[in-house]
């Protein structure tokens, strides 16, 4: 995915002390292995998170990072995945 995609969802962002926590850890994912299209396409839905929980190449790392996407809301995911590449973003400067 990219901003463009984000722009489309209605600019979803929501920074918390858990989304400081879990940015590091989702862009040390492994991006073209269990995690692919949560990491690297950001398909941030309960359908995609689960169906990675399900890949056997999973790691405990990686297992910890869905469980803590599927407990953050939209808005918190999506400010993961973007200040995961980015950790200057600030969504104002899109209004």
Partial sequence: MCLGCWEEEGRPFKMTDTVREWA???EEANGW???HIVREDW???DSNIEFCLAQP???QSEIDLCKA???MSW???WATAITSEDDTFDPRLFS
Avoid: S, V
Wanted: net charge negative; hydrophobic share 45%.
């Fill in 24 to 26: 590091p850890k989702f």
């Fill in 33 to 35: 292995g269990a995690m």
């Fill in 57 to 59: 190449e999973i790691t």
């Fill in 69 to 71: 996407l599927l407990a």
């Fill in 75 to 77: 808005e918190e995911r």
């Fill in 43 to 45: 398909n941030l839905d």
